[in-house]
């Protein structure tokens, strides 16, 4: 988290926290979703305005976490935003170095950082690859699975089945977060 963040936390620790105005898609793209975006559909149906300022989505990652009910969420100075995300907090690059027996796979989330170690992978009903790795759980990006099927043909990773509508539960994650209810 970056040091003007964990400043502005001290300095005003109790304003209020915000849901639904930030969201992932599963490719890895961040999307604003203002009240007026909110109000014509659920994400990901009504997505919103993709973010495309390169150093606003730098400071998201540096400051994108989650919170011990699975919840993710950007750390904006005093407030937590939270996120709805479309399939996983994490999104995946695969990348091919080499050919063959000596082909190696790296893979690096969407904020940039390497997983150095893949624990297990998963096929959904669609389709669609997912990693459980040292930095998380995520789904790889539409736009490497050549790769990703490159890795699964040599049995670097074997992934197995399950339901996607299981996967929050095993994962640990949530995909809209929604204010507690006071009372």
Known sequence: MDDIVKAALKKWPNVPDCYGWLALDARGDWYMRDDRIQATGPFPQ????RITHDKLKEFIHRNYEHDEQGAWFFQ??????????????????????????????AVESHTGKPAH??????????????????????VVRSMDMDAA??????????????????????????????????G
């Open 46 to 49: 009504v997505k919103g305005s």
């Open 76 to 105: 904006n100075g005093p407030q937590r935003v939270y996120l709805q995300l479309e399939a996983t907090p994490l999104v995946f690059g695969v990348h091919k170095h080499g050919e063959g027996e000596r082909a190696r796979f």
């Open 117 to 138: 170690e893949i624990r297990s992978s998963w096929l959904d009903e669609h389709g669609r690859l997912f990693l459980d790795t040292d930095l998380g759980f995520g």
């Open 149 to 182: 099927a490159d890795a699964v043909e040599a049995g670097v990773w074997a992934p197995e089945e399950m339901p996607f509508a299981d996967m929050p539960a095993r994962f640990n994650y949530c995909l809209s977060p929604q204010p507690a209810v006071k």
